[in-house]
C-alpha cells in the first residue's frame, strides 16, 4: 500500500513540477504552429533553448530581470524570423528540416567550448549564478507549505479509508467530468436531432469546471505534496510557472477565436486559397511562427527557473516529448496541449516508479526503468495515433476529410 | 473610378450586348470598347515547351468571355499567370497585363485578388476542415480583426464580423448553402464544394470573377443553376471570365468567346459564329478531319504527296517564325 502511494505521490510531484509547466508553455506554442496553422516545426527546443540562455546570461550579467525575459524572448523572434524568411515560401517539409537542424545548431554552438565564459559549454549555467533574481521576487515567505492545506491527516488521523475515499472521489470526478464532456461535444454537433436538456448549454460548462476542481482537491486532499514556500524549487516558482501557463492558453484562446485565428486555419488546409482570397500567407505564416516561437522562449526561461541551463536538455528530445503531448491532449484544442503534457509526463514517471518498485533489480536496473518508461510511452503513442488520432480532447469529425 | 461603367443595367439586355460587341471584329487580339483586362506578350515556357503564348488580349467589362480549347491549350496556364499564382518567361521582356487600369505584372496572387480580380480553382480548393461559415467568412476582405493586435480584442471586430456573417447568409442562401452553413466543408459533395467556392469568391465583391471549369463534375441540375448564378452575376454587373469544356455551356451563357490553341489565342468571337470558324474546327479536330482515310483516294501517291508537302510547309512556317522569335530574343538580350 504504502509503495503504491509513494508512486502516485512522485507521479503528482511530477505534474505540478515547474518543469511540466515550461513543457505546457512551449507545446501551447507548437500548437499554434502545427496545430492551428499547420507548420511542422521540429526547432521548438531551440526557441526555449534560445529564452534560456537569453534569459540566464543577462540575469547572469546584472541585467533586471524584466529585460532578461525581453532578451530570451527578442532572441526567439529573431530565430523565428531567420528560420522563416527563407522557408515559408516553400512548401511545409522544408520548413520541419530547416528547423529540427537550427535546434541542433543552437545546441552545439551553446555546447562550444570557445563560448564556456558565456555559455558554460556543455556543463552548462549553474542556476545559482541566475536563479536569485527571480526567487527574491517571491512574496510567499519563508517556511513550507501543504497543498492542500487541509488534507486526509486531519479527518479520523489519516486513516486509510479516508485517504481511499479522497482517491475515489478524484477517481468519480474524473469519470463525470468525461460524461459531462461528451454531452457538451454531442449538444455541439448541429448534426444532432435530441432535444436540448439543462446539462447541454452553460450549465453543463459550469458543472465540468466544478467537477475539475472538486476532483483537483480530492487528488490533493489524498496525496498532500509539501515545498518550501519561496526557495529555489518551492511553490513561488511552481505558482509563476503554471499562471504563465493559464496566462498563454487564455492569449492563444483570445487569438485563435478572432478571425486572425481563422486566418491561420485556412492556411492550414488551403495556401493557394487562401492567396485566390487575396490574404498574404507569408506573413500570416510569419506571424504564427514567432508568436508560438515566442511561447516556446517564455517556456525555455521557465523550465531552467528550478534547474540549470544545460543545452543537452533542451534538446530534439524536448520536440518530440512536445509532439507527443500535443497528439496526446489533442492538436487544435485549446486546453488539450496543457491536459496532454501533464498526462505524458506523470505517465511516464507512474511507468518508472513503478517499474523500479515491482521488477527485481536482476531483471531491470534503476537505470532501464527509466529507459522502459520511454519505451512504453513510445507505444502508447504509436496505439495513440492509430485508435485515437485526435488526440484526448480533439474533434474526430475533422479527421474525417483527407486533406 | 470604374463604379460607373460596372453595373451599367442595360448589359443585362441581350440585345445591348449584342450591340457592344458588334463593332469588334472578330479576330484574335481585337481591341474592345471598354476593356477591363488587357494582356501583352505574356509568354510561359515549361522547359522546351512553350505553354502559353498570348501576344495581346482584351476582355470586354461587363460581359461573359469564355476562354476554351482543346486539352492541353494553355487555359488553365493563362489563368494562374494572370492571377500571379505564375510567373510568365517573358516577364522582364515585354510581358505586361493590366487590371482596371492597374498594372498588374509584378503583382503576388494576394493583391490580385485584393484588386478585384478573384479566381476559382479547376479542382476546387475548399477549406475542408473548417465549417461552411468559416469559409465564407475567409472571402470577406478587410476585417480589422485579421489584424494581430486587434484581434485580442473582440469588441474591436464584433460588429464587422457580424456584418459579414450576415452577408454570408445572403450568398449562402442564394446558392442553397443556408442549412449547410455549420458542416465542416470537407463533407460537401463536389458539385456544393463548387458552389461554396464561387460563393466565397463573391464575399469580396469582386471586379472580374475568373471561373476554371466550373461546371467540371457537377451534375446537369446543378449546372443549370450554377449558370443561372453566372449570369445573374453578370446582370448586376460583373464580368466573368471562364474557362469551360462543354460546348453547349458556352453557346448558351458567354457574349464573346476567346479560343486557345497550343497556347496560343487562336480565335475570338460571339459565341454562334466563332464555332464555324476554320481555326477553331482545324484546333479541335485536326486539320485534316473531314478525310476519309478509307477513301482510296488518300491512298494514292499523289494524295499522299500533297499531304506530306502540306506538313512540310506547316513545320518549316513553325520554324521560320520560331527562328525569327529566337533572333529577336538574342537582339534583345
Known amino acids: ?403 | 473610378m470604374s463604379e460607373t461603367t460596372i453595373g451599367t443595367p442595360s448589359l443585362a439586355d441581350p440585345a445591348a450586348r449584342r450591340a457592344l460587341m458588334a463593332g469588334v471584329t472578330p479576330e484574335p487580339g481585337a481591341a474592345k470598347q471598354d476593356p477591363i483586362l488587357k494582356v501583352d506578350k505574356i509568354e510561359r515556357r515549361f522547359g522546351g515547351i512553350t505553354a502559353v503564348d498570348v501576344e495581346h488580349l482584351e476582355v470586354q467589362r461587363g460581359i461573359i468571355t469564355a476562354l476554351i480549347g482543346p486539352n492541353g491549350a494553355g487555359k488553365t496556364t493563362f489563368f494562374n499567370l494572370i492571377t500571379g499564382f505564375d510567373k510568365p518567361s517573358s516577364a522582364g521582356s515585354g510581358a505586361a497585363w493590366e487590371f482596371d487600369g492597374r498594372s498588374l505584372s509584378k503583382t503576388s496572387a494576394s493583391s490580385v485578388a485584393k484588386a478585384g480580380m478573384v479566381r476559382t480553382f479547376q479542382l476546387t480548393k475548399s477549406l475542408n476542415r473548417m465549417t461552411v461559415m468559416d469559409n465564407m467568412m475567409l472571402g470577406a476582405q478587410d476585417q480589422s480583426g485579421e489584424n494581430l493586435l486587434k484581434s485580442v480584442f473582440k469588441p474591436l471586430w464584433r460588429g464587422q464580423e457580424k456584418d459579414v456573417e450576415e452577408k454570408a447568409k445572403e450568398l449562402l442562401a442564394r446558392f442553397k448553402l443556408l442549412e449547410k452553413k455549420d458542416d465542416y466543408a470537407g463533407s460537401l459533395s463536389g458539385g456544393q464544394r463548387k458552389l461554396l467556392e464561387m460563393a466565397r469568391a463573391l464575399m469580396s465583391d469582386p471586379k472580374m470573377i475568373m471561373l476554371d471549369e466550373p461546371m467540371a463534375g457537377v451534375n446537369p441540375a446543378l449546372t443549370q443553376s450554377l449558370l443561372g448564378h453566372i449570369q445573374a452575376l453578370r446582370d448586376e454587373g460583373m464580368t466573368v471570365l471562364f474557362v469551360e469544356h462543354d460546348m453547349h455551356v458556352v453557346r448558351h451563357i458567354s457574349d464573346w468567346v476567346v479560343v486557345m490553341a497550343e497556347g496560343r489565342v487562336v480565335a475570338e468571337g460571339p459565341a454562334d459564329t466563332v464555332m464555324s470558324n476554320q481555326a477553331v474546327i482545324d484546333a479541335y479536330l485536326g486539320a485534316h478531319h473531314d478525310t476519309d482515310l478509307g477513301d482510296d483516294e488518300v491512298l494514292t501517291e499523289g494524295a499522299l504527296e500533297q499531304i506530306e508537302a502540306e506538313v512540310r510547309a506547316d513545320e518549316a512556317a513553325h520554324e521560320a517564325v520560331d527562328e525569327a522569335k529566337h533572333d529577336q530574343q538574342g537582339d534583345k538580350s
Open chain 1, 1 to 403: 500500500m504504502d509503495t503504491i502511494l509513494d508512486i502516485l505521490s512522485a507521479v503528482i510531484r511530477e505534474a505540478i513540477s515547474p518543469g511540466t509547466a515550461a513543457v505546457a508553455i512551449a507545446v501551447i506554442g507548437l500548437n499554434l504552429h502545427f496545430g492551428y496553422t499547420g507548420l511542422l516545426n521540429f526547432g521548438q527546443s531551440g526557441f526555449m533553448l534560445l529564452g534560456a540562455y537569453g534569459f540566464a546570461i543577462s540575469l547572469v550579467h546584472d541585467v533586471p530581470l524584466p529585460l532578461a525575459v525581453l532578451v530570451g524572448l527578442g532572441l526567439a523572434f529573431v530565430f523565428a524570423l531567420v528560420l522563416g524568411i527563407p522557408t515559408l515560401q516553400l512548401r511545409g517539409d522544408y520548413l520541419a528540416i530547416v528547423t529540427i537542424s537550427a535546434a541542433e545548431i543552437i545546441r552545439f554552438v551553446g555546447r562550444l567550448s570557445n563560448l564556456k565564459d558565456l555559455t558554460g559549454g556543455a556543463q552548462g549555467i549553474q542556476g545559482r549564478t541566475y536563479q536569485p533574481a527571480f526567487v527574491d521576487l517571491s512574496f510567499f515567505g519563508d517556511g513550507a507549505w501543504t497543498l492542500a492545506p487541509f488534507n486526509y491527516t486531519d479527518v479520523a488521523d489519516g486513516a486509510g479509508w479516508v485517504r481511499a475515499l479522497g482517491g475515489l472521489v478524484f477517481a468519480a470526478c474524473i469519470v463525470a467530468t468525461v460524461l459531462v464532456g461528451r454531452r457538451l461535444k454531442r449538444a455541439a454537433d448541429p448534426t444532432r436531432t435530441a432535444p436540448r436538456t439543462g446539462l447541454d448549454g452553460t450549465l453543463g460548462k459550469v458543472a465540468a469546471v466544478v467537477l475539475v476542481l472538486i476532483g483537483l482537491y480530492a487528488l490533493f486532499f489524498a496525496m498532500p505534496v509539501t515545498y518550501g514556500r519561496s526557495g529555489v524549487n518551492g511553490w513561488w516558482v511552481r505558482a509563476v510557472a503554471w499562471t504563465l501557463v493559464a496566462l498563454s492558453t487564455l492569449v492563444v484562446y483570445l487569438l485563435v477565436r478572432s478571425p486572425w485565428g481563422r486566418l491561420l486555419r485556412g492556411v492550414r488546409e488551403d495556401e493557394d486559397a487562401m492567396r485566390s482570397l487575396g490574404r498574404n500567407v507569408f506573413a500570416v505564416k510569419m506571424q504564427s511562427l514567432v508568436i508560438g516561437g515566442l511561447f516556446g522562449a517564455l517556456g525555455g526561461m521557465v523550465y531552467v527557473l528550478a534547474s540549470t541551463v544545460q543545452p543537452d536538455a533542451l534538446g530534439r528530445q524536448i520536440t518530440f516529448f512536445s509532439y507527443t503531448a500535443l497528439l496526446l491532449g489533442g492538436a487544435a484544442t485549446i486546453l488539450g496541449p496543457v491536459l496532454g503534457t501533464v498526462l505524458f509526463f506523470s505517465a511516464r514517471i507512474l511507468i518508472r516508479e513503478s517499474a523500479r518498485a515491482y521488477v527485481p533489480d536482476s531483471i531491470m536496473s534503476a537505470q532501464q526503468t527509466e529507459q522502459f518508461s520511454f519505451i512504453v510511452v513510445g507505444v502508447a503513442l504509436v496505439l495513440l495515433v492509430i485508435f485515437r488520432p485526435q488526440g484526448i480532447l480533439g474533434n474526430k469529425r475533422e479527421l474525417r476529410f483527407n486533406v
